[in-house]
């Protein structure tokens, strides 16, 4: 009898050990779960806005849509796959190169040419438009996000640092104080004084027209904060002295001062001459 209850005890032992089949998938469901929770709260901002374009706001995707078929598919395709000879295509670009192209007149285009020249913006384009166009060509293929407000902030930037920037990086086509300048076949660096901190921002990450592309690990955010810091700097300054000249430097400066003096010295060559000829 004792052995029966030995063994009994033994088998009841046995049989509370074990565990449900469905136990570990269980478990490994728990793990997946707190693994993606954990990511979505230490992944970057950027990849975060990706995720809420892409699933959380529908609504915008939706409209976007609907504005991309009638205002942009003529040159970009229905499916902004592009067509050949007259647009790219836009998967891929992402939200900060809609934000940008659109809220600086740039697109859609008018008339094509070697460069889309700054212009005001198309009667339909505001705020909640760009959005919504933004939000659709980002659900297409991802690509830079609009930057954010703190991103931006010159107010947070270091001019000193920014300026060591943008004169390795930027005088040889827009200048030393951003007036922009002329480049090969038929294209030009616009000046930048038009343009508002978020747009040169969404210019450094996307590269428009012929400038590069300074993604993050060529340029920091903080380091293209500091640059937006000086070119805001720089168009506030005054110029006492009169005309900047374009702000090009001493060459220009001395040419119109050597054009000027010439024509002084002229002027007063052929005064002199006249009254010469009065006295005879």
């Known amino acids: 009898m004792a052995s ?3 063994s009994g005890i033994s088998v009841n032992r046995i049989t509370a050990g074990r565990r449900h089949p469905l136990a570990r998938y269980a478990v490994l469901l728990l793990a997946l779960g707190l693994l ?3 990511y979505t709260l230490a992944a970057p901002t950027s990849e975060r806005a990706d995720a809420a374009i892409a699933s959380g706001k529908a609504d915008d995707v939706a409209e976007g849509k609907k504005l991309f078929e009638q205002s942009c598919s ?3 395709g229905l499916n902004a796959e592009g067509v050949e000879d007259r647009g790219p295509s836009l998967v891929g670009v992402g939200a900060a190169s809609v934000d940008f192209q659109v809220s600086s007149g740039r697109m859609p285009l008018a008339n094509p040419g070697a460069q889309a020249p700054r212009k005001q913006p198309a ?3 505001n705020d909640d438009t760009v959005r919504q166009l933004a939000a659709y060509v980002q659900s297409l293929g991802g690509g830079p996000t ?3 407000a703190e991103q931006v902030d010159a107010s947070k930037g270091d001019k000193a640092k920014g300026g060591e920037l943008f004169r390795a990086n930027c005088i040889q086509c827009h200048n030393f104080t951003g007036e922009g300048g002329a480049l090969t076949q038929g294209k ?3 000046p930048l004084y038009p343009a508002s901190e978020k747009q040169i921002y969404e210019a450094m990450i996307t ?3 012929a400038m590069p592309v300074f993604n993050d690990s060529i340029i920091t955010p903080e380091q293209k904060r500091d640059m937006i810091a000086y070119i805001v700097g720089v168009r506030e300054q005054k110029d006492p002295g009169g005309a900047d000249l374009g702000r090009i430097g001493p060459v220009t400066e001395g040419l119109v001062a050597w ?3 010439l024509s002084l010295l002229s002027l007063a060559a052929i005064w002199i001459t006249a009254k010469r000829r009065q006295a005879q």
């Open 146 to 148: 609009i930057p954010t």
């Open 74 to 76: 003529s040159c970009h």
């Open 188 to 190: 030009y660096a616009p």
């Open 259 to 261: 054009i000027v003096g």
């Open 36 to 38: 993606g929770f954990t």
């Open 4 to 6: 029966i209850k030995e």
């Open 123 to 125: 009667p339909w384009v």
């Open 207 to 209: 590269g428009p027209q």
